[in-house]
């Protein structure tokens, strides 16, 4: 049964960092394209940042102009778990947190396979 699980959500004020993981288990995720998106309330879900596979074990990012510069997304060796790095958080930044994998970046926003979601709160 393939799971992602997150974990590292919380309450934050504002200019505090935040690192949010997601395990990806029951198949192998190293060729995926795996990455991050939010959904504030009242809002629809954006995306923020994504790892696509270069082949190998590297793997290139790519960030949401709201957060680049702010957030650093990485892959484990194995591919399966995404790391988001979150710094000079705003309440902008607050919402839903869900990871994301997906065989290429073009299906991500669509992807098969969906964490359950960690909320994020940066308080002014």
């Known amino acids: 049964q393939v799971q992602l699980i997150e974990s590292g959500g919380g309450l934050v004020q504002a200019g505090g960092s935040l690192t949010l993981s997601c395990a990806a288990s029951?198949?192998?995720?190293?060729?995926?394209?795996m990455g991050w998106f939010r959904q504030a309330s009242g809002k629809e879900r954006e995306f923020v940042a994504l790892?696509?596979?270069?082949?190998?074990?590297?793997?290139?990012?790519d960030y949401a102009d709201s957060v680049k510069g702010r957030f650093t997304i990485f892959r484990s060796n194995n591919g399966n778990t995404v790391t988001l790095e979150m710094n000079s958080l705003s309440p902008d930044d607050t919402g839903v947190y869900y990871c994301?994998?997906?065989?290429?970046?073009?299906?991500?926003?669509?992807?098969?396979?969906w964490g359950q979601g960690t909320q994020v709160t940066c308080s002014s």
């Open positions: 994301a994998a997906a065989l290429s970046v073009a299906t991500l926003s669509q992807a098969d396979y």
């Open positions: 029951g198949r192998t995720f190293s060729g995926f394209a």
């Open positions: 790892t696509r596979w270069r082949g190998g074990r590297t793997y290139a990012a």
